[in-house]
């Protein structure tokens, strides 16, 4: 039996060497996330050109309408009244399909 500790080219895979590696790679990590960091930053302060900024929020030109009121109505007895009071098309929810829809104008007798 041995009395003292083996010599450092014999600790590859022992426990000693594995501690030693376990207090390293974190610290290795540590430094590497912070040398990308402050690579990052200096290429967003020189270039401007590795940052998506966000876009400005722009409103789209609104469309005339001709009068104010629901596009949408329950059914096309409503729809109907909805038309001729908001003086443009009224869509009938109730005759609504995968396929087509189903407008009143305001002109619908």
């Known amino acids: 039996m041995r009395d003292h500790a083996p010599p450092p080219e014999e600790w590859e895979g022992?426990?000693?060497?594995?501690?030693?590696?376990?207090?390293l790679?974190?610290?290795?990590?540590?430094?590497?996330?912070?040398l990308l960091t402050a690579e990052t930053?200096?290429?967003?302060?020189t270039s401007g050109?590795?940052?998506?900024?966000?876009?400005k929020k722009t409103q789209?030109?609104?469309r005339p309408e001709s009068g104010k009121g629901?596009?949408?109505?329950?059914?096309?007895?409503?729809?109907?009244?909805?038309?001729?009071?908001?003086g443009r098309r009224v869509e009938a929810l109730s005759e609504r399909t995968e396929t087509s829809?189903?407008?009143v104008k305001r002109t619908a007798a």
């Not at 426990?15 to 207090?23: C, E, G, M, N, T």
């Not at 930053?41 to 302060?45: E, G, P, Q, R, Y």
């Not at 629901?70 to 908001?86: G, H, N, T, Y």
Request: aromatic share 2%; hydrophobic share 60%; charged share 15%.
């Open 49 to 55: 050109q590795a940052v998506a900024l966000p876009a």
């Open 41 to 45: 930053a200096l290429v967003v302060a």
């Open 70 to 86: 629901p596009r949408s109505a329950a059914d096309i007895p409503s729809a109907k009244v909805a038309a001729r009071l908001s």
């Open 60 to 62: 789209a030109p609104a």
């Open 14 to 23: 022992s426990v000693l060497a594995l501690q030693r590696r376990r207090r």
């Open 101 to 103: 829809t189903t407008w």
């Open 25 to 34: 790679l974190p610290r290795i990590a540590l430094a590497a996330a912070a």
